[in-house]
DNA sequence: TTGAAAGCGCTAACAT
DNA sequence: ATGTTAGCGCTTTCAA
């Protein structure tokens, strides 16, 4: 059988508040009996059990987080840093993959809700934002990662959206394209801030988007982007003069863009330039090597943990907090076309 | 606040005990009763406290699940998969990622065992079976995924790594292929299994590993496996004669084979046909599409979710099943020499 | 068909 | 420094 205070106070012939204090590190026991008690929870492997302690505590030891896609390294990657952090500080991690399907994503964060998660984590594939108010009702702490919601106040931690499209377009611009053509995603924040910064960084140069050049990929998701890149790129090179280099919304999409391109008889970087986004792990393995903005997804992660952490300690609110995170460009063949 | 039993039989005038039947549809409740009940539990959107009821029947309704790496498409898409399976019958599922580290995947078990998880679901990173000898003790019903241990009877799911070896093997030798070279993985179940199915497929068609055909990445993860397959296929390279079609470990190692190749001004897969497995989501996009194993690993994590909820449900031991998938071969570019 | 009593394992508040 | 009492929200057993 396994183990309760019970069995450790008979067997000492102390109380089980005795030994309840031992475990949580009370002051005031004395060494004597605190050493023989820690030694008998050693000899009989005691674990605590969670859910007779949550019972009276009102707290779970556990956060909930949600994501669109598991499968996708950008949430994996948020996943295991999270998991990580938070492990470390005797918290566990409820995971849910959503599958960009809002029904579901209410599901699971009510499912969490029931389970009395401390914290919960969503990276949401909502468009509205009606199931935080659940979160709100509840009085459940949350964090939302990635995506935000314009007018809508609440934690975040995701990267800085507009820098992504600052770093590849000012690139590209260095990199001497003047056509530069975006392909931008869904309705979604992460997709507006950076066409976003794409704007902003043409203006910074005296430059504007030219007619056409930005196409978007519609409401599909990163499973089918490499189709959706391809018939963008398709629209973007029938235009006269077509671009000679193109910020995609992601690296998906930009494997679409790029064999459209192989396609069309041309060449990468040299008829046109691709940045991507993302830093997949297989960027560096494509027929040319992709150059992408990297999101700092392990950051995130980390960030969000800590936050979450500090959330579910403190007894009072704590204060709204938003944090953007630095991304990074990693460049590769696909945009090089000035020696070094 | 948040409602309870307790609330409910007071603006019913009813006994608590009657709510909790009719919570969990109890038979002899008056048809009148129920019907008031579950009015009012959706008026205060009532949810069970698990903890309560955890702490009086011994289950968590919850299911742990511990892999080397969420990172890792392979073990995302199983998580991914469990994930959906479990959530449908109500339970919940807690996911860490061990990174690959015996000594954190004790830990992290020993985390999951206290909050006392219905069912482990285990892609082991340990060499040995040490611990699992604390689920055992604890009669934690537990399933063994992707690895196994030879000699070690436990619950398992994963793919038929030997048919991997074979599919892959004799893909090879029907395209023409004469000096098939094996670049295998380290000394765990998947590596070995896959070994066996290379020698296998070679044997019915008379064939034999020649000298220095078989080399090992040695213990590397997958996580450096394009150098460590880099430098494996150099080795090979070097042979006189040298090989004409290489079976590689999985589709890292792969890649790291396919560069290497390159590098030494030759084609593939003309001069060398090469096949990995895995059937990672990049496979489609490379300078050489790439051939490979694909290990369903979406089957996978079903057919764990489903054995794990009958462990879950059952009051008595269910018997020891072991499931073997059977993985599919994809052909692209990589290993196409003959015209269909 | 309904309810009263007991208790799961633990912690918080209050004695001693 | 240690123990007593009470109770978290629920289910189980048994009685009415």
């Not at 030694?39 to 994501?67: C, D, H």
């Not at 611009?173 to 507006?192: L, N, Y």
């Not at 979450?308 to 704590?318: G, N, W």
Request: glycine share 6%.
């Amino acid at each position: 059988m396994v183990a309760r205070l019970k069995d450790i106070a008979q067997d000492l012939g102390l109380s089980v508040v005795t030994i309840s204090k031992v475990l949580r590190n009370h002051p005031d026991i004395g060494e004597q009996t605190r050493k023989r008690v820690l030694k008998r929870m050693k000899e009989l492997n005691y674990q605590p059990n969670f859910a007779a302690r949550s019972l009276i505590t009102g707290r779970s030891w556990t956060i909930g987080l949600v994501v669109p896609d598991l499968l996708h390294p950008f949430f994996a990657q948020i996943a295991k840093a999270i998991s990580v952090e938070v492990r470390r500080k005797g918290y566990s991690l409820f995971i849910s993959s959503s599958d960009e399907d809002p029904a579901l994503e209410q599901e699971e964060i009510a499912q969490l809700l029931a389970r009395r998660v401390d914290v919960m984590l969503i990276a949401s594939s909502q468009l509205t934002v009606e199931s935080f108010r659940q979160l709100e009702e509840q009085r459940v702490p949350y964090i939302l990662l990635d995506r935000q919601f314009p007018g809508f106040e609440s934690n975040f931690v995701g990267v800085d959206d507009a820098a992504v499209g600052v770093l590849a377009t000012t690139h590209l611009i260095e990199q001497g394209c003047r056509r530069i053509a975006h392909i931008r995603g869904p309705e979604i924040s992460t997709a507006i801030g950076r066409l976003n910064g794409y704007k902003q960084a043409l203006a910074s140069h005296q430059m504007a988007p030219l007619a056409g050049h930005i196409v978007s990929i519609g409401p599909s998701g990163d499973h089918v982007g490499d189709k959706a890149g391809y018939a963008a790129t398709v629209k973007l090179l029938a235009l006269k003069p077509r671009p000679d280099g193109i910020f995609c919304f992601n690296d998906p999409v930009a494997l679409g863009t790029m064999r459209a391109i192989f396609d069309a008889g041309l060449r990468v970087p040299e008829d046109i330039a691709v940045v991507g986004c993302g830093n997949l792990s297989y960027s560096d393995f494509l027929r040319v090597p992709l150059t992408s903005v990297d999101q700092n997804s392990k950051m995130i992660g980390k960030m969000a943990a800590t936050q979450a952490l500090k959330m579910a300690e403190s007894k009072t609110p704590v204060p709204r907090k938003s944090a953007l995170v630095a991304p990074q460009l990693v460049v590769r063949a696909s945009s090089m076309r000035t020696k070094r």
